[in-house]
């Protein structure tokens, strides 16, 4: 008889597409000022920020 093995690892995937651009009045001329800017959206299945 086969040993049970309680253990069970989930594996997902996650897939990056290229997408349309976004587009700023602002210019990044350095690390602080990318760092400065907070932008945050949603879609049906997830939420996300940058």
């Known amino acids: 008889m ?21 587009y700023s009045e602002h210019t990044f001329n350095n690390p602080a000022d990318i760092a400065a800017v907070r932008a945050c959206g949603s879609s049906k299945t997830s939420e996300y920020c940058i």
């Open 2 to 22: 086969p040993k049970k093995n309680d253990f069970k690892l989930d594996v997902v995937s996650v897939r990056l597409v290229k997408d349309a651009p976004i």
